[in-house]
């Protein structure tokens, strides 16, 4: 019996799947063409990973769950990749330590590619000609195999960046990314939300991660969200105003983690005498004070609303804006889903199909909240833990998403470097509350 969560509703492969998977593996290697060889191979902390570790990485998730198991006579390159390139799967075998990723200098870049090759070969095979009855489980896994891929090709642009930001020489990713042009800012208005019994979580056929399930009921007082994420000007007032140096501002755990740390700014910004600047994947650029504030931890954001009279929304707050504002969208006869952000609408901001690979200034909406899809991942006060009724995957896939129910925060909505056939309103980021290397910026909410 399939589990739900990979119910993607596929009665058998369909003709499509195969250029869907083209699709996604050229976007890895397209992300990765602008690299220098020694590019490839930096760790530049222990939660970056070096972009040739990522390559191997999605592809051995195709060799570990579909290809081993369902390719008749399937032979892996080399042995070893079985552990250098499993991520965190304790029940499939014995990961390589995730630290210790910027110490392989082999297998080579060179050979990282052969490798992507020849899975893909195998995969073609395998989608050309699959094995009698297993038709819906392969095309669940394969489906399931290129939203993770998708997931890393985010992970691959913020792991470049912050190894381009450790090298005085600030290395230029792209210097043909788009630019904002000269936006007006767009005053901070407040969307109401009555109290009330809603429904919040994935259902239905399309895909969804297993934390997304099941869909469930939850309470939600009245509440106001902002209409847009706070912006870098308003960020810059918060720094100036002392927020790096009041106490009563922070969370106990955030003041000690600041005053150890030295920050003062959020992750890539500089201060040049009276003027800010911001590194970026198209290098270092004057701080654009209209777009949403971005690289912040869990802390700085929590601070950050304490000081502006707010609080950061709840993540049951924060579907239920965006449940509305996707039907909203719906019924102006927009052709998306339920759950996900229409084009054009004013919900939607930028995704990495932008282009741009940075937060930009969205247009004022007239009626709801602007830009709760795309340019940052918004922090909620929320922390990861499971829906009622919550069932992982069966087997090593289970420890996808559930075994990280601790200690981390639930973030919303997408961001620059994201697909945006990848986000949906149900879609639960998480990371811990000190990283800040993510796209991750904050919209406030009040008490009503």
């Given at each position: 019996?399939?589990?739900?969560?990979?119910?993607?509703?596929?009665?058998?492969?369909?003709?499509?799947?195969?250029?869907?998977?083209?699709?996604?593996?050229?976007?890895?290697?397209?992300?990765?063409?602008?690299?220098?060889?020694?590019?490839?191979?930096?760790?530049?902390?222990?939660?970056?990973?070096?972009?040739?570790?990522?390559?191997?990485?999605?592809?051995?998730?195709?060799?570990?769950?579909?290809?081993?198991?369902?390719?008749?006579?399937?032979?892996?390159?080399?042995?070893?990749?079985?552990?250098?390139?499993?991520?965190?799967?304790?029940?499939?075998?014995?990961?390589?330590?995730?630290?210790?990723?910027?110490?392989?200098?082999?297998?080579?870049?060179?050979?990282?590619?052969?490798?992507?090759?020849?899975?893909?070969?195998?995969?073609?095979?395998?989608?050309?000609?699959?094995?009698?009855?297993?038709?819906?489980?392969?095309?669940?896994?394969?489906?399931?195999?290129?939203?993770?891929?998708?997931?890393?090709?985010?992970?691959?642009?913020?792991?470049?960046?912050?190894?381009?930001?450790?090298?005085?020489?600030?290395?230029?990713?792209?210097?043909?990314?788009?630019?904002?042009?000269?936006?007006?800012?767009?005053?901070?208005?407040?969307?109401?939300?009555?109290?009330?019994?809603?429904?919040?979580?994935?259902?239905?056929?399309?895909?969804?991660?297993?934390?997304?399930?099941?869909?469930?009921?939850?309470?939600?007082?009245?509440?106001?969200?902002?209409?847009?994420?706070?912006?870098?000007?308003?960020?810059?007032?918060?720094?100036?105003?002392?927020?790096?140096?009041?106490?009563?501002?922070?969370?106990?755990?955030?003041?000690?983690?600041?005053?150890?740390?030295?920050?003062?700014?959020?992750?890539?910004?500089?201060r040049d005498g009276d003027a800010w600047y911001e590194f970026t994947l198209g290098?270092?650029?004057?701080?654009?004070?209209?777009?949403?504030?971005?690289?912040?931890?869990?802390?700085?954001?929590?601070?950050?609303?304490?000081?502006?009279?707010?609080?950061?929304?709840?993540?049951?707050?924060?579907?239920?804006?965006?449940?509305?504002?996707?039907?909203?969208?719906?019924?102006?006869?927009?052709?998306?889903?339920?759950?996900?952000?229409?084009?054009?609408?004013?919900?939607?901001?930028?995704?990495?199909?932008?282009?741009?690979?940075?937060?930009?200034?969205?247009?004022?909406?007239?009626r709801g909240p602007g830009q709760l899809f795309g340019d940052v991942w918004e922090?909620?006060?929320?922390?990861?833990?499971?829906?009622?009724?919550?069932?992982?995957?069966?087997?090593?896939?289970?420890?996808?998403?559930?075994?990280?129910?601790?200690?981390?925060?639930?973030?919303?909505?997408?961001?620059?470097?994201?697909?945006?056939?990848?986000?949906?309103?149900?879609?639960?980021?998480?990371?811990?509350?000190?990283?800040?290397?993510?796209?991750?910026?904050?919209?406030?909410?009040?008490?009503?």
């Amino acid at each position: 019996m399939p589990h739900p969560a990979l119910d993607t509703g596929f009665a058998a492969i369909p003709d499509t799947l195969l250029a869907r998977y083209r699709q996604v593996r050229h976007a890895s290697e397209r992300i990765c063409a602008p690299l220098q060889t020694e590019d490839y191979v930096i760790q530049s902390m222990p939660d970056v990973s070096p972009p040739k570790w990522h390559l191997a990485h999605v592809s051995w998730f195709f060799e570990a769950f579909l290809l081993t198991p369902f390719l008749k006579g399937y032979r892996t390159p080399d042995r070893a990749y079985d552990t250098l390139f499993n991520s965190y799967y304790q029940t499939h075998g014995v990961p390589f330590p995730r630290a210790a990723r910027g110490l392989l200098a082999r297998p080579t870049v060179e050979q990282v590619y052969a490798y992507r090759a020849h899975i893909d070969r195998a995969m073609e095979a395998l989608l050309g000609d699959p094995p009698a009855g297993a038709g819906d489980e392969i095309a669940r896994r394969v489906e399931l195999g290129l939203q993770h891929e998708q997931q890393h090709q985010e992970l691959l642009l913020m792991d470049i960046k912050h190894i381009f930001v450790q090298n005085p020489l600030d290395p230029v990713y792209r210097r043909d990314l788009q630019v904002s042009a000269p936006g007006t800012e767009a005053p901070l208005r407040w969307q109401a939300y009555t109290s009330g019994v809603r429904s919040i979580g994935h259902d239905g056929d399309a895909f969804a991660f297993d934390c997304e399930r099941p869909r469930h009921r939850v309470f939600v007082d009245d509440f106001r969200l902002a209409s847009r994420p706070v912006n870098n000007g308003e960020y810059l007032a918060f720094i100036e105003d002392g927020g790096y140096r009041r106490s009563d501002l922070w969370l106990a755990d955030g003041w000690a983690l600041i005053n150890q740390q030295g920050w003062q700014a959020p992750l890539y910004w500089r201060r040049d005498g009276d003027a800010w600047y911001e590194f970026t994947l198209g290098g270092l650029r004057p701080l654009d004070r209209l777009a949403p504030v971005c690289h912040l931890s869990f802390y700085e954001a929590e601070a950050y609303a304490t000081w502006a009279g707010a609080r950061l929304p709840s993540e049951a707050e924060w579907e239920v804006a965006a449940q509305e504002a996707t039907a909203r969208d719906l019924a102006l006869g927009d052709t998306a889903g339920r759950d996900t952000p229409a084009r054009g609408t004013s919900a939607r901001g930028h995704f990495v199909e932008a282009d741009c690979l940075q937060p930009m200034a969205g247009h004022a909406p007239a009626r709801g909240p602007g830009q709760l899809f795309g340019d940052v991942w918004e922090w909620t006060g929320s922390a990861y833990r499971p829906y009622p009724g919550f069932r992982p995957l069966e087997g090593s896939l289970g420890e996808y998403n559930g075994k990280f129910m601790s200690g981390q925060m639930v973030l919303r909505g997408g961001c620059c470097v994201t697909p945006a056939d990848h986000i949906r309103a149900t879609y639960r980021n998480f990371f811990y509350p000190a990283m800040r290397w993510q796209f991750s910026g904050l919209r406030l909410a009040q008490e009503a």
